[in-house]
């Protein structure tokens, strides 16, 4: 009975364990933490750092690009009324451009931190390896690589500023 029961245990091993295998998340290279030391320097980590705000990144992130968010939806709050009952459209205008305005400014904060990570990461690898939308991955060339630096100069230029 108990060579029955260990003979049964050893078949079922090799599935259990092919099951876990394909059921468990595999640790990734393409997930890590990224943060800017005291000397202004990028580092790159498995593991979240102490002492500094990192951000995680993912595979399904690609280098240089925010994952989309959608806007905070508008106010619901009614318009701005006047003590006779109408809607004041001075007031209201006000509150909508107030609102885009935050929008823009979050904006531009965003390209302006995409735009100095990208100029980083840019000068500080000798070979930068980008994926297709085909999924294949390769390396730029001089010139590409070059027209990425001009690009993301002019996205910090446009964005970095007050």
Sequence with gaps: MRKLMLLNCIK??????????VVSKPVSA??????VDDDGVTNYSQRD????????ITENQRFGREQFVPPPPAATD????TSTGNVNADAAVADEKAAIAQEVAKV??????IGTQNLARLESYSR???????GEERFLNDEEKAQRTDE???LIRDNCTG
């Design 152 to 154: 993301a100069r002019a």
């Design 30 to 35: 393409a997930e890590y933490y990224t943060w």
């Design 12 to 21: 079922v091993l090799p599935v259990l364990t092919l099951f876990l295998m």
């Design 108 to 113: 531009k904060q965003d390209n302006c931190r």
């Design 128 to 134: 930068i390896k980008v994926r297709e939308e085909n």
């Design 49 to 56: 750092p102490e002492g500094y705000q990192a951000e995680y």
């Design 78 to 81: 009614k318009p701005t009324t």
